[in-house]
């Protein structure tokens, strides 16, 4: 063996390369990758141009240009463009998008809006009791372990995704946006998020120093109580403070007075939503790195101790639009998510493949396809939406869909437009109710679904 290695060393030496150094950029590499640069005319007019403008109005395929079409085989109406800031809530944002377009359409409300900053407020909580709850019971692991170091490092976020909708409202209900109204901390969470991340990592490291000291199981509960009571007073400071019960007037498309009543925020609910948003829903997903039809669960991705996890059945993308197309037939807008920052041309709000040709502009191929994007992190599910109407052909194949957004009035008074071949690259979830499930879906829930860690490529929360 030493004998290889001296033979090794030996001939490193003999290319002029030091052992130490190799695999690092030497002089003579330097030289290579300089006179692989050949400064042509045309590089050099690329790269003034390039000193001046933006890669993606360079990159823009003009001949994609065409007026965004809005007309839709099915489109599922709705009322008023919410607006989620400078924050992570999408998640929020859509599933409440969602619940209130059922809620007007089954009971002809002519406008609704959904506090967001309801819900968020008791998400927050949640999130930072699953965090201190976590600690205490990874506690005889060492501070290494690669879940405990992954929870330190996210202790707290305000992205989610649909199962956090499901378990925050079921829990604690909704309220109209007058009865909670938004807050400049809500709207612009950095801060925040920031401060409550400080705090939970501080509790942590007691928590598990309380434990080491053979603290009882009593004593870390009355701990954590405490812990959230400061939580739950920056909270109140910052995002007021959630209402237990209010009066709320129904009205007709007049503006005229229906009915006028208390409600809490679950009695409101129930009145007028209603439904089981854990159990009457299913999560799919397209991921190309795993097989399909096949059941997958991601450890700790959730919102509450007592809650699920993000829980999905793996399909191919046929599977998924056929059942899309189900519910926009039906009437039923959805929860879905996606990559939304590729392609996408933010003036026209439109999203295409071909809408920026980089590789033209760069001389460089990109040529990963959707299963290497997710496993190199390049993709991912990182904003959640409403999936709002589509557009059939005469072969009865999708074209393109309306999503709503969560951004305000843009283009398109505040709607995308995706061409279905952008949705086969780039849409990854999608919430839809089990009635427009075939068998051959409904069968995968039996399984044992596969626990996948909390690092996984699909863990990343929508924002």
């Known amino acids: ?45 690329l790269r003034n141009a ?13 001949d994609n240009n065409r007026p965004v079409d809005m007309h839709f085989t099915y489109h ?25 377009s059922q809620m007007m359409a089954e009971h002809d409300l002519p406008s609704l809006t959904l506090s967001q900053n309801y819900n968020f407020f008791y998400d927050q909580l949640e999130k930072s009791n699953l965090f201190l709850q976590f600690i205490i019971d990874t506690a005889a692991l060492p501070t290494d372990d690669r879940t405990v170091d992954f929870m330190f490092k996210h202790p707290i976020n305000d992205g989610g ?20 109204h938004e807050t400049i901390n809500g ?50 400071l910052t995002l007021g403070e959630p209402p237990t019960e209010f009066e709320w007037t ?23 939503a209603g439904n089981d948003l854990r159990g009457d829903y299913i999560m799919v997903m397209n991921d190309p790195m795993r097989p399909y039809y096949k059941l997958y669960s991601i450890d700790y991705d959730r919102h509450t101790y007592d809650g699920d996890n993000w829980t999905y059945i793996n399909l191919p993308m046929e599977d998924i639009k056929q059942m899309a197309i189900a519910s926009l037939k039906d009437g039923k807008m959805m929860y879905f998510s996606c990559d939304v920052a590729k ?42 939406m409403t999936l709002a109407g589509v557009d059939i052909n005469d072969a009865g194949e999708p074209t ?21 071949r952008w949705m086969d690259e780039y849409l990854f979830r999608l919430a839809v109710n089990r009635c427009y499930a075939p068998k051959k879906v409904l069968d995968v829930l039996e399984q044992e679904p596969v626990l996948l860690p909390a690092w996984d490529p699909m863990f990343a929360p929508e924002e």
């Not at 030996?10 to 052992?19: D, H, I, P």
């Not at 995704?161 to 909670?180: C, D």
């Open 343 to 384: 392609q996408l041309d933010r003036a026209r709000g439109h999203m295409d493949v071909d809408n920026f040709d980089y590789g033209a502009l760069l001389g460089i191929e990109f040529g990963m396809d959707k299963r290497e994007r997710i496993s190199t992190y390049d993709s991912g599910s990182t904003h959640a």
């Open 76 to 100: 599922v109406k709705s009322s008023g463009i919410t607006n989620q800031k400078s924050s992570g809530r999408c998640w929020l944002f859509t599933g409440l998008n969602v619940l209130r």
């Open 187 to 236: 709207e612009n969470t950095a801060r925040l998020r920031q401060l409550l991340s400080y705090k939970l990592r501080e509790n942590g490291l007691r928590l598990r120093g309380m434990a080491a000291d053979n603290a009882s199981a009593e004593a870390l509960q009355q701990e954590k109580e405490r812990m959230l009571s400061e939580i739950y007073r920056m909270l109140v």
């Open 50 to 62: 390039l000193h001046r403008c933006h890669i993606d109005s360079l990159a823009f395929n003009s």
């Open 400 to 420: 393109r869909w309306l999503i709503e957004n969560s951004w305000g009035r843009r283009a398109n008074d505040g709607h995308l437009v995706a061409t279905d």
């Open 250 to 272: 129904r009205r007709d498309k007049d503006g005229k007075a229906v009915d006028t009543r208390q409600y809490t925020p679950q009695s409101f609910y129930q009145e007028y």
């Open 161 to 180: 995704q649909y199962t956090g909708v499901a378990n925050i409202i079921m829990k604690y209900g909704v309220v109209p946006s007058e009865v909670m």
């Open 1 to 45: 063996m030493k004998r290889n290695l001296l033979l090794a060393v030996a001939t490193t030496l003999a290319l002029g390369v030091s052992a130490q150094t190799s695999g690092s950029i030497d002089d003579a590499m330097l030289s290579r990758l300089r006179g692989s640069y050949q400064n042509t005319p045309t590089d050099r007019a």
